[in-house]
Structures are given as C-alpha cells and as structure tokens.
C-alpha cells in the first residue's frame, strides 16, 4: 500500500468513519453478545422458532427457495392446528434470508442457533450503517448521525431483535440501504441509485411485506416530483414495474402454497372490530410496550430535537421567506439558491411515509396488543427517519470545544440508552417462560430418539408443548404439535381427539406436563403407554382405549 493511500484511508472524514463503525460493532456486542448462542425462547420465542425452523427446512429439502419448510404437518391456518398436511411446506414472506441461513449452515456444518443469530446481527449492522449514511446525507454533520443511529442501535425493541430470528430485521436493512440509495438519488440525479433504491425496497417488502409502505410512498413522492416537472417518468417506470412485479409474482406464489399446503403464518388482516379493540390495544401497549420501543432518554432525546427542530425550521422560514422551503438543508450542498427553492422538499416524503403507516397500524391494529416487533415493521423507522430530518434543521455550532461537548454528550447520553436497553433484554431473558422450559427438557433429545432406535424418518406427536417447532427442531424429527392454546377447555378438547387421528409413529411428552395438565389432555394422555424415558420426557405408543385413569397410573405402569 503506497504512503497515498494510507494517508487517504486515515483522513479526517474516513476516520470518523471508522470510529463510527467501530462504536456500533462495539455496542452490538455489548447488547447482543451475551444471546448469540442462545434458542429461540422468552419474548416471542414461537415466531423465532417458526423462522428457524424455516432455515432448517431449507437444509432438509435440498435447498429449494421456492418451497419453504418447517417441522411440522399440522399447521395454525387452516383449522388452528386441527387438520393435517401430507408436507411440511408452508407460505411465508420471501425467506432470502432463512436461505442465506441454510446455506451457511450446509456449508460449515453448524446447525446451531449461532448461525442465525450471527448473520442477522451482520445484516442488522449493515442496515445500521447504511442509515448513518443517510443521516450524513440528512444532517451533514458527524456527531448528529452518530447521535440518531445511537437512538436506533439502544431501542430496546431493536437490540432485543437485531440477533434474533424474526425477518423484521433483515426487511428493515434492507429498507435502510434503500433510503440511503433513494435520498443520494434526489440530491445527485443519478439514475444508477434511483434502481438501486427500488430493488433494495423491493426486496425488503417481499422479505416482510409490510414494507411495501416505504415502497409506495417514494413512488408516491417520486410521482409528484414528476408532476411538478422537477423529475422524468418514463427512465424511471421499468425498475418500479420490475419492482411491483417481483413482489406480485411472489405474493401469487405464496397464495398457491397457502391454499396447497396451509400457513403457519397470518394472512389475512387484523383491523378493530369495535371501540373495545382500540382500547384494549392502547392500553396493552402503554402498559407493556412504554419503554420498549423507546427508552425513557430516548423519549426525551427524541422530544428535544423535534421541538428544536420545528422552532429552527419556523425561524428558517420567517426569515428567507415561503418561496425558500425550510427543508431545502436536505438536498445537495452544491445546489444554487433558485434550484433549492424549486425542488419539492423531503418533508412530503415523511407525511406520504406516516399516512401509510397510520393505514397499516389501522390494517393490523389487533396485532400490536401482542408482537412488539410491528412496531418495527411500522413507526420505528420513520420516526428516527423523521428526527433526523429535524435534526439537519438545528444549526451545528462550529469549533473543537463544540464538537467535543457534543461527542461528551453522545457518550453519556449513549451510554444511558444502551444500559436501559441492555436491562430490557436481561428482564425479557429472565422470566417464567414455557419457551424456556420447552428448551431445558428437549434439549439433546435428538441423541436420545438415536439411541432408543427411533428413525429420523419417524413421525412424532408432541403433546403439551410449546411453542410449536421448537421440539422438533431439537428431536430432529418432523410430526405434529398438540400446543397449549387458549383457556377454553372445549378447544384443547377438540384439537386433542383431532390429534389421536394423525397418522404419528410416537407420542413425545414432558414429565412435567402430563403431572400438571393430565385433566386438560385427557383425550390422549388417558391412552399414553410409555416405551423409554428421561428425567424430562417420555416417548409413547397409543393404546387403543384408556390405560390411565390418573397421572400416577402412567408414571407407574
């Protein structure tokens, strides 16, 4: 390497890049390093499970993208687990990344929870740093880039998810480069990053669909620009026709799957039946979600720059006048006076943005009671999008002693939010939860079906367990989940006696729960002949009428 290129590599705007970057790797470790090896349990440990399975369902079909997979025969759509399937083979949004999952998995011959994790956390980081970028681009300024990205790396919310399994993450990187790519397209006019800006949202709404928001809305803007004569039509329809198409084609896809083979996943939408549903969700989130999505510090940082951000952007106004946008600090430092106040400021981008997210949160509302990550897939983003957008409007004192009160800040103020996070995810992480029970009992028991000489081929009815692939995935065999689901004894009935009919070669079940819930499984417990056992479960064949009057009776027998 010549002396040129080291002196360029440790320039000043390169090595506040580097310092960036470094600051965020640091952060992830600290708030994530402790889960990397950790299966999907606590917070929403049945949709992880569900998305891990998905990359092993790829290992286990040859590797064919286009039929994804889990562990299980009787899914939760149609006939909430009461009907079986002849395959494993469910719909789901596009699973690129469970793939790349598979892929790596087959190649370095780990199967364990790390790969996954490790792959969604570098993803997760590369979207991170993308949005930096587009802060830079936002804001110009170094320490309120680093500032934002701080409020989205320490959401609690986000560093719960951003080493987990669920496509909420991956979607949202995705969507970052794309932004980036979209915003240095409306500053440069290079046709190259208006395609790639396209392709990347694209992409991010098949992996989770409810990104097609963000897609819309820069068509959106994108249309208005062209009516405004500010921008072109016709170079830039076939990117959004090959975009629009992708995303149809694999939506008609995934219909055919779901009509053959059944879902695990929700597909239809979730809007309030009645006034009660828009108050008991309100209230769900205000008492479960209040620091979950943002910390307190993050609240009040957030609060502080929206006021200063709207004050700056009153005063910018009053003082060169209506005929100058007051958010023309976002477009390119090189553009004249007269071209700023011609072109259509990024403001309108935000309000499409937020009009359509405000339509999806409607469209899905009775799911934000219990799936803290839609928050993700919906306000997360615009809002630190939008405070970066203010931000850029707050002027930047110059001066040594300036920038480093404002680096003294990020620290403390940094610090604060990663330790309320990093608490978030420790309390998540500790409690009562069946997930985690679920992992302590099957655990190594694929090792011990070897040993009892039962075939990897063998088809297990797992009664009692929840959530639904997480035995299967650790037995290494396929079969059918009887899942603890609602409190109506007549619906663990049905699907009970429902379960006796599928065509299973064993019976998996937890000690514990036939101890505890031998009334509530009756239909099937009552019948359990045991064949090998372990301090934590029991396989099973199914006598042809009742043997067990009591728990103690199978336990004795």
Known sequence: MKSSDINKLFSKDNGSLLVAAIVFIMLSLVLCGRTLKDFPAYTHGWAQSDWYAIAHGFVNNGYDLFHPETMIYNKQFPGTWSEASETTITSADFPIHEYIVALLMGVSGNYEPSVFRTWTLLVSLIGLWFFFLLCRR?????????????????????????????????????????????????????????HLSVALLSLGAMVRTSQLVVLVAVCGFELLRVLRKESTFWNKLPAVVAGFAAIGGYMLWNAHLRAEHGTLFLSELMPPRNGEDWTNVVEAVKERYMYSYFGLVQQIVIAVVAAAGLIALAIHHFRIGSHISPFTSHLHPKDTLEKRGKKLPLGWFAVLWLLGEFLFIVAMWRQFRDHNYYFLDCLWLPTLAITALLAASIPSPKGRWWTLGGIGMLVVLGGHMVWEARTEIDERNSCWDLAQINVWHYWGSDRWLDEVGVSRDAKILSVASYPQNSPFLMMGRKGYSVMWFGEDQMDVTHLTEKALEFPFDYVVVENYAVSEFFERYKAIMSRLVRVESTNDLSLCTVADSVVNKTADDFFNR
């Open 138 to 194: 936002l804001t110009r300024s170094w320490v309120k880039s680093v500032g934002i990205t701080l409020l989205a790396i320490a959401s609690p919310v986000y560093a719960y998810y951003m080493a987990g399994f669920i496509p909420s993450i991956p979607a949202l990187a995705m969507i970052m480069a794309g932004l980036w790519a979209y915003v240095k397209y409306y500053q440069e006019e290079r046709m190259t990053f208006w």
